[in-house]
């Protein structure tokens, strides 16, 4: 959220279909709800490993003078 609205930003999507997560760049984040929680106000989850393919989309803009 700290990135939104400059040239670093990136949207984090989830394509079941493909079992994937994507990255895409120059899209703003869309918050779930939860991302500034302290510690002490969220439940610990222990992270598991994923076979989940990480897809990078990159957007590129030419200008054209």
Known sequence: ?????????FEVTWDGEKNAINLISRQAYTPVGNELVSGSEINFV???????AIYSVLFFYFFLE
Do not use: L, Y
């Not at 959220?1 to 930003?9: S, V």
């Open 46 to 52: 222990k992270g598991i490993f994923s076979q989940s």
């Open 1 to 9: 959220m700290a990135i939104n609205g400059t040239e670093k930003n």
